[in-house]
């Protein structure tokens, strides 16, 4: 169910709309080859508050995000009663050429 206006928070912090950034073999590659980088943000955040917590967090100068939302998974494990992974943000985000994000 999609929230109501009301509830869509303009105030969150940059902590809150970026989760974390995925290491993926496909998101090493892009990293490499496109500056792009992938990031698991707030599914209530938008595109412009993802770019400005990316350089608020990274400092670094973003030139284009693209996002999706990427649905949950059927799961179970060594029971019948089969559960849900949690449906979460997707945000690639591309820099500056020049720029990076260092992950330790």
């Known amino acids: 169910m ?6 869509w928070p303009s105030n969150m912090n940059a902590f809150e709309i970026i989760k974390t950034v995925r290491v993926t073999e496909k998101g090493t590659r892009q ?3 496109l500056n792009q980088y992938t990031v698991v943000a707030d599914p ?3 595109k412009t508050q993802i770019r400005q917590a990316v ?17 949950g998974k059927p799961r179970r494990q060594r029971q019948p009663a089969a559960g849900w992974t949690n449906a979460w943000k997707k ?6 050429e020049g720029d990076k994000i260092t992950l330790t």
């Open 2 to 7: 999609k929230p109501s206006k009301n509830d």
């Open 31 to 33: 990293s490499a080859n």
């Open 44 to 46: 209530r955040a938008n």
């Open 55 to 71: 350089q608020e967090l990274f400092k670094v100068k973003v030139t284009g995000v693209n996002t999706l939302n990427v649905r």
């Open 91 to 96: 945000a690639i985000v591309t820099l500056k």
